[in-house]
């Protein structure tokens, strides 16, 4: 078919085995793909995609669901916003139950709205935005990810409970919207726990020189006491992270889960002290349901995800089936009305809520790492002890 990349993961040893045997299988129930198998997203889309066949496969081999086998196929999008359009809308002439999209919220959500428009599910694979969901999309559309607003409330209260750091200085990096979220989060539970904030700076993860917002830093630690730094960025920024050690800024450093992965950090030699929350620690998780699954995608695909970012959907299938089996049906309002019922429902991956005014995670336990000479090891699991507003969530009034 012309521009179409169509995979199809039904399994061959079912079909073989039906034509056997004589028996008439029933339609398979099918999963669409919209996500970037090229272009800069595709770094994060494909270990989603690979551990989501892993998902289907495992469930094919368990006979299915409602005794039926699951079909997959696939559109690229090519990190393309006008091509995710066009992805949504190609995937859905195949009749899905269920679309998935691309893990970021901007290059998902053209695609999500088309299938929100034909009433069926979506699922971004693990963007942190809160609108990939119900305020950016629709009823019908969830996000397997993490609310960055999560990640910054759950870093501030692990810094002032375990570290007993009072006093921070904030660098936002204003390139992206989930890192101004990670800040939110911070700022928000930080200050409610009786933390202050002594300063606030702002960067671009891509700027060659943060000499202006270190020498702030450094003034904020001499004059006000600053104990910490949290740097809401991302892995981009080890050009930033080197300059402040550089200088000789030795607190400990504080970041959202988008610092997830090691690669990054041979930008930064020695690099301690740097702590930052996930949904998996890929090395050395403590929950061997975890290390399992990290272990069978190494086995599978001959390396180790490449960030934790891979690993949401996998959670999130689970419960979509788990619902679909509830319900005996793939009907997208029943299905959705189910999972909105879903508190602290376990997963493969811990636990996950959802409501129908949120489709993405805001309170589940998160594991805090380190990153300590160019290791990234487990510390410890955290949660925090109270919901997060909605005008924190959604960034209302600033």
Not at 22 to 40: N, Y
Not at 164 to 189: I, R
Not at 338 to 354: H, K, V, W
């Amino acid at each position: 078919m012309t521009n179409r990349t169509l995979a199809s993961g039904l399994l061959a040893g079912a079909l073989a085995a039906a034509a056997a045997t004589g028996a008439v299988a029933a339609d398979p129930i099918k999963i669409g793909f919209a996500i970037s198998l090229s272009g800069r997203q595709s770094v994060t889309d494909t270990d989603g995609y690979r551990i989501a066949q892993m998902w289907i496969e495992k469930q094919n081999a368990a006979g299915g669901l409602l005794g039926r086998q699951i079909e997959f196929f696939t559109a690229d999008n090519k990190t393309d916003l006008a091509e995710s359009v066009k992805a949504g809308q190609q995937v859905l002439r195949e009749d899905p139950d269920l679309v998935a999209v691309s893990c970021d919220y901007d290059f998902g959500a053209p695609a999500a709205v088309q299938v929100q428009k034909a009433g069926k599910i979506s699922v971004f694979q693990c963007a942190v935005d809160p609108k990939a969901g119900v305020v950016g999309v629709g009823p019908y559309a969830f996000s397997a990810g993490i609310a960055s607003q999560l990640d910054g409330a759950v870093i501030a209260d692990w810094a002032l409970e375990r570290k007993d750091l009072k006093k921070a200085f904030v660098l936002e990096d204003v390139a992206g919207e989930a890192q101004k979220s990670a800040c939110a989060g911070f700022k928000w539970n930080y200050e409610r726990e009786g933390g202050e904030i002594v300063g606030w700076e702002q960067f671009r993860f891509d700027d060659a020189s943060i000499a202006s917002q270190v020498s702030e830093i450094s003034n904020a630690i001499a004059n006000e006491g600053a104990q910490t730094v949290m740097l809401c960025s991302h892995l981009g920024a080890g050009g930033a992270v080197r300059q402040i050690r550089a200088a000789g800024i030795d607190v400990p450093l504080l970041g959202p889960s988008m610092f997830d992965g090691v690669a990054w950090t041979s930008a930064v030699p020695g690099l301690t002290e740097f702590y930052i929350p996930t949904a998996v620690v890929i090395e050395g998780d403590a929950r061997p349901e975890v290390q399992a699954l990290t272990d069978a995608f190494a086995a599978k695909y001959g390396d180790k995800p490449s960030s934790m970012f891979a690993y949401p959907i996998y959670a999130w299938l689970e419960l979509w089936a788990k619902a679909v089996e509830a319900v005996g049906t793939t009907d997208s309002a029943k299905v959705v009305a189910e999972m909105n019922t879903y508190a602290d429902e376990p997963t493969t991956l811990g636990p996950r809520s959802f409501s129908p005014e949120l489709h993405i995670q805001t309170s589940m336990p998160m594991q805090i790492s380190e990153f300590t000479d160019g290791r990234q090891v487990l510390v410890e699991e955290w949660k925090i002890d109270a919901p997060i507003p909605q005008q924190v969530l959604y960034r209302i009034g600033g």
